[in-house]
């Protein structure tokens, strides 16, 4: 029983780590522009494609195999953290391009043209990804292998502990730059007041683009190192996209801290409940977040009304 709930605790704080790391890219866009990208589910599902290609292509005339079915070879070494770093800047130029067409042309308008616009521009993403990929999932290897480590009689594997360490030092690099930088400052002070920020000589243009090409380079990221565990596919990032967002409402969506803190709550009570019955998994985390909202509609570490942004 022991070994069963160690096993449960890494799985959950790893899957924990992937709702964090996306719930932190929400809270970025919504504390600089008061937007959020509801296309980020399918930036993840783009990013893990986007992956398995660059890694077939670093590997092509090797050992790498197939694109379909590529051999272990081909995340070996030095491959898979530059398919990652690859992908975090592709996907963060089509941040730039999502906030120049699909969010810009209606800040300061009434209304909220940019949910729709932000979910017409996933769908196109969805649709050309679609005509390129097609739909089938494809596997990608993990650089560390598919051999199991026993940790107290606990089978772990090893991309589970990858993909937790590599989000927390993420999500501590984004924390110090947020907090001790002049970039965070001026980040922090657009969140607070547009208008003000310029009259100090912020490019609030300029924070806002580097906001939105932050978040989306995080759900390409996230994408790539969840991919060896749950293949790579299309479809994969809805699911996510929407429990992290869950897990940004959970901890509070202006409060950065908070939505790491939701999102590996999510995490673990998912993992938690599936030791007990795995079809409870979703209707224990939305039955949590309508608990909490009833009692903090804010969140958890919400500082402020959401209705009043």
Do not use: H
Not at 287 to 308: C, E, W
């Amino acid at each position: 029983m022991l070994a069963t709930m160690l096993q449960a605790l890494v799985s959950g704080l790893a899957i924990g780590g992937v709702y964090a790391l996306i719930a932190l890219s929400f809270s970025i866009t919504f504390t600089t522009t008061r937007t959020l990208n509801f296309a980020q589910g399918e930036f993840i599902g783009v990013g893990a494609f986007l992956g398995v290609t660059v890694l077939y292509a670093l590997s092509a005339g090797g050992e790498g195999g197939s694109f379909a079915a590529l051999a272990p070879a081909a995340s070996s070494g030095w491959r898979f953290p530059a398919a990652t770093l690859a992908v975090g800047a592709v996907l963060g130029t089509l941040g730039l391009l999502l906030f120049l067409a699909a969010i810009r042309p209606f800040a300061g308008k009434p209304g909220m043209s940019w949910v729709m616009s932000t979910i017409g521009f996933g769908i196109i993403l969805q649709s050309l990804g679609l005509a390129v990929w097609g739909p089938a999932p494809v596997n990608m290897p993990s650089p560390f292998g598919d051999d199991v480590l026993r940790i107290g009689g606990a089978g772990v594997r090893p991309q589970e502990i990858a993909v937790l360490v590599v989000a927390v030092l993420l999500m501590l690099g984004l924390d110090i730059t947020m907090r001790r930088t002049r970039l965070g400052k001026a980040m922090r002070a657009v969140a607070y007041d547009p208008n003000v920020a310029a009259l100090m000589g912020i490019n609030v243009t300029g924070i806002m683009l580097g906001a939105f090409a932050l978040s989306s380079a995080l759900a390409g990221v996230g994408g790539v190192l969840v991919a060896p565990i749950a293949s790579a596919s299309l479809f994969m990032g809805m699911g996510i996209a929407l429990k992290a967002f869950s897990g940004a409402i959970l901890g509070g969506l202006d409060n950065p801290r908070g939505c790491i803190f939701g999102g590996f709550a999510l995490g673990l009570l998912e993992s938690g409940v599936a030791l007990w019955q795995a079809q409870w998994r979703e209707i224990a985390i939305f039955l949590l977040i309508i608990l909490v909202l009833a009692i903090k509609p804010n969140g958890l570490f919400g500082r402020r009304a959401l209705d009043k942004v």
